[in-house]
């Protein structure tokens, strides 16, 4: 459904934004073309940057009317090519919605425009004692606004829980050029479907964000972070479960392999950590609270259980500065094998204690078809993701045998009772995997909701549906 905007268009859409706004060169074309996912560029056929909730309707309007797709772009630190303009049409640029409106003590919530850095908000609510807690690794770029639309987590989720946790209200245009809010700013709401969470995860297809009402809770004061070395990769998966089933909550439980954590130690200079050579993997665990000797009572019991299995010394971080390095290894891995080689990254999720099984599945798959990996995660979810490294392989083998791979790591995942997707969303690179996860009633009770919101097909056109739907 490629449609370029005709030069009547152009000037309809200048005299909205003011042609100050209206970008149609090649340079900032291939710039909002491409975000983190691989190497594609997806130039839109125009750019546009409103400022107004009401500027986006009559940019809606016209494009409706018009059948001409629209893509809203955000941080572009996605990857699943969820803002990539895959049908060319108009670019929706939203990074003039960068306002916190509100931030309301009395009643813990916050109202914030989509382009907010999830970081800066994070920082502007504890300055309040008020925590955010959704922290994806790229929080200090990445935009609320695409956490919304891909329904990110971050390290701290297996304790506080992911992006639609928070979401109380939003404020949408929809693709006909109607502004509604999608329900209430309470913490109960039992009034018909739930539009709100909905729209959170549909990843720019329903409609498009201009204002979000967050909930928040109250800030926690104190850490305890420790780096557990392990001798087996799958003896490290094996203990994330155990931490549960001893009856403790970590606030974080990160995994990274081998790999990872050479690759990091390298791409990060000023990082100080000793590796022994035997270790294999290591599980990052944080555990918070309000009351110190309750963490370390915490942090005593994860040492009893992890010890039951083949572990070097354990590393307690004694310091802020220390538990700084130890997140940014942690936050810097994805950069890291980024840096080292063309890669793909698939974003498995499975019920924690099946991680040992998908580990070692994924690395047979990797030895069948010729390929290396790179795993790394949230682990205390579940959710690993899986960096599949080009190396050497052909050109050949990497377009043929990767994708046959990719393929039987998700039948794998659907099979130990997973999914596709943790926090990545499915955009542009998953949905021809769809039907691992879904039957063909599922896909079209999908397609269904989204003919609803979008007759036309206008919104993020070639995201989440597989091409044969």
Known sequence: MTITPTPEILTQLNEIIGDTYVFTDQETRNHYGKDETEAFVFPPSVVLKPGTP????????????????????GARTGLSGGAL?????????????????????KNLQVVVEPAVITQILREAVAEKDLFYPPDPSSLGSCWIGGNVAENAGGARAVKYGVTKDYVLNLEVVLANGDIIWTGANTLKNSTG???????????????????IVLKLIPKVEHTVLMLVPFYEANQACEAVSAIFRAGITPSAL?????DAIDWTLKFVPD????????????????????YPDILFQEAEKIMEVVEQFNIDEVL????????????????????????????????????RYELPKLLFGIKEIGAKYGFKSVCYGHAGDGNLHVNIIKGEMSDDNWNTEV?????????????LKGTLSGEHGIGFVQKNYMDIAFSETHLKLMKGIKTIFDPK?????????????
């Open 254 to 258: 990160e995994f990274m392999e081998r």
């Open 271 to 290: 990082l100080n950590v000793q590796v022994n050579d035997q270790v294999q993997a290591h599980l990052l665990i944080e555990v918070d609270g309000n």
């Open 85 to 105: 303009a895959v049908h060319q049409g108009i670019g929706l640029s939203m990074e003039r919605f960068n306002k916190i409106i509100t931030i309301d003590e």
């Open 403 to 415: 994708t046959k791979g990719i393929r039987e790591i998700f039948e794998l995942t659907v099979f």
């Open 316 to 351: 307690f971080a004694d310091t802020e500065i220390q538990k700084n390095l130890l997140w940014k290894m942690r936050r810097s891995v994805a950069e890291a094998v980024k840096s080292n080689s063309i890669y793909k990254e698939e974003d498995t999720v499975v019920p």
């Open 193 to 211: 479907y739930n539009l709100t969470q909905l729209m959170v995860g549909s990843e720019g297809t329903l409609g498009i964000i201009t204002k």
């Open 54 to 73: 009401h500027e986006i309707s009559a940019i809606l309007k016209i494009a409706n009317q018009h059948g001409i797709p629209v893509t809203a772009i």
């Open 457 to 469: 097909g206008i919104l993020n056109p070639g995201k989440i549906f597989p091409d044969n739907l």
